[in-house]
């Protein structure tokens, strides 16, 4: 047998022990090369690719539900809370999979998150969704353009905004949209640190992601019917931007809505924090360490004393 192929059945034998969906540098040495070892440009670059998946395949879901008048909205809704799982999951080692901006900031308020990655969390989520909807743009702009005629507008009979972003019920105050924005934001917030608190419910960290889905799923389907839930500002405002600059003249300005899931969404996102905090979190039972470590820690400090 030539050596070469000697050579390789060896090392694929070596190999062989070690788990099939693991990085193997010896193999892939090349990619090596690519591996950044600051920690913020890992961060960030983990918010971005997690928002950019959330977003393409959430913003797809909406081009299915608009463009092919297929008006099955809890399908739509099913596909935003699976594309949550599995951006929650592709930036969970890396970054934590925020993939939201008022998850960083709510963990951040209340002591869970240092304040000073909020900035690179952000930017990393808002560029990935603005660049998602230009892929989600490029990939389905015939059937835009065979839908509305090349005439962008928000509502009507040919209206595609909410293809993009959130927009309110025309029957809806600006008032409660507010007040809609701050429950479904607090809700989410308090319910995903229920989800994550291993000192409350115990939620194995696996289940994490698909337990958020399934909350967003549910605050979606149930709370959302004012505003279209806007919980999440990177996929509410940069979509917002792209669409204003596709052709969509009223996307900032309708109704003066754009500020409330951006700027709103963060308040009811740290009520829900702070909510959590004071009913649940400083109320659990404080863990008593074992009295033999208890004992062994006292008599460590007794012999460092004597010396």
Not at 67 to 76: I, Q, S
Not at 155 to 164: D, E, K, R, S, V
Not at 196 to 214: F, M
């Amino acid at each position: 047998m030539p050596r070469h192929i000697t050579v390789y059945f060896n090392q694929l034998g070596r190999r062989s022990n070690r788990k099939p969906t693991s990085f193997d540098p010896e193999m892939y040495s090349f990619l090596t090369y690519c591996r950044i070892e600051k920690p913020y440009v890992r961060e960030f670059l983990s918010e971005f690719i997690s928002t950019f998946i959330l977003m393409v395949i959430g913003e797809s879901a909406m081009v299915h539900l608009v463009l092919k008048g297929v008006k099955d909205v809890f399908a739509a809704v099913f596909c935003w809370g699976i594309a949550i799982m599995l951006g929650l999951l592709t930036g969970a080692s890396n970054s934590g999979g925020h993939i939201n901006p008022i998850v960083t900031t709510g963990f951040a308020s209340v002591g869970r998150f240092p304040w000073t990655k909020v900035p690179h969390y952000l930017l990393g989520q808002y560029l990935g969704s603005f660049t998602a909807c230009a892929l989600v743009y490029a990939n389905n702009r015939p059937l835009l353009n065979h839908f509305d005629g090349g005439n962008r507008t928000i509502l009507g009979p040919n209206g595609t905004g909410i293809l993009w972003t959130t927009f309110p019920d025309p029957n809806v105050p600006i008032g409660v949209c507010v007040l809609d924005t701050v429950i479904c934001s607090g809700l989410l917030m308090f319910g995903i640190l229920v989800i994550i608190d291993k000192d409350n419910g115990g939620v194995p960290n696996y289940l994490h992601s698909y337990l958020i889905g399934l909350l967003v799923i549910a605050i979606c389907w149930g709370v959302g019917s004012n505003c279209m839930a806007g919980i999440n500002p990177a996929r509410d405002f940069p979509p917002r931007v792209f669409a204003t600059l596709i052709g969509y003249e009223d996307a900032l300005s309708y109704r003066n809505f754009w500020w409330i899931p951006m700027f709103v969404s963060h308040i009811g996102g740290t009520v829900g924090c702070y909510l959590y905090e004071l009913t649940i979190g400083v109320h659990k039972p404080i863990k008593m360490a074992p009295l033999a470590e208890i004992t062994e820690l006292k008599e460590y400090s007794a012999e460092q004393h004597t010396r």
